[in-house]
């Protein structure tokens, strides 16, 4: 369904490769290129900061996706935007003051984003509803790719439909989507889909063909 936005994240991708590898997913079909931020604090795992989303920036030409795992997140994210997000994604875990930093997001005239951890309920975007463009469900717990899907999460994503209704918001799932786990979470209602492990197995810059091969079979 060419409705269905494809965000690949490039936490699977080779790390000394960033800008080849953001051209090749996006001349084989990405929507989005999501951008995983992680500080080892918030999850067990460490990435890359705003400095290096400046520079992989100049690699897309469409939308950057960028989701901060990071705690706390409040004095990071104007650098963040700075860095040419298009889409920031905060999670509601991080602090104690969601509302505050989805106003800092949309301050810096970004589009502004929550994600939930499975073992957060879809109420924790009740009351910011007229503050975000974006909810991501997390169907792992976050911090590494390649894991298994949790299937409790689709609950979870029919609950959050019903609640958005028609509201400009999407909804993006993020882990373990594959061929297999995509149709589940599109049917209760997702419309974008994070992909990394799926997106970026079996090939490489050399064989972009492969990437567009994995896209379009999810
Ligand atoms: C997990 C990250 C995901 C991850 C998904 O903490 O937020 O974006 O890259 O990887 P896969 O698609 O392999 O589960
Ligand atoms: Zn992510």
């Known amino acids: 369904d ?19 590898e953001c051209r090749a997913i996006e001349a084989q079909g990405a929507d989005w290129v999501h951008v995983d ?11 890359f900061g705003p400095a290096t ?39 509601a875990e991080a602090g104690p003051h969601l509302d505050r930093s989805l ?20 109420s924790a975007i009740e009351f910011v509803l007229d503050r975000i463009d974006l909810v991501l469900v997390m169907t792992v717990n976050p911090g590494f ?8 999460q689709v609950e979870k994503v029919r609950q959050l439909r019903a609640m958005i209704g028609d509201r400009p918001i999407h909804i993006e799932i993020d882990g373990g989507i594959t061929p297999e786990t ?10 974008a889909l994070v992909a990394g492990s799926a997106v970026f197995k079996g090939g490489s810059v050399d064989t972009p063909e492969v ?5 379009a079979a999810i």
Do not use: W
């Open 53 to 91: 989303c400046a520079a992989i920036r100049k690699h897309i030409k469409g939308v950057m996706d960028v989701h901060l795992m990071i705690a706390p997140v409040d004095p990071y994210i104007e650098a963040f935007c700075k860095a040419g997000a298009d889409i920031v994604t905060v999670h």
């Open 182 to 191: 995509a149709p589940l979470v599109v049917a209760a209602g997702a419309d």
């Open 2 to 20: 060419r409705s269905i936005k494809i965000a690949p994240s490039i936490l699977s991708a080779d790390f000394a490769n960033f800008g080849a």
């Open 103 to 122: 106003q800092l997001i949309r301050g810096c005239g970004k589009k502004a984003g929550v994600s939930l951890n499975p073992s957060t309920p879809a």
């Open 37 to 47: 931020v992680m500080d080892g604090h918030f999850v067990p795992n460490i990435t």
């Open 145 to 152: 790719g390649g894991q298994s899907f949790i299937h409790s």
């Open 211 to 215: 990437y567009g091969k994995n896209i």
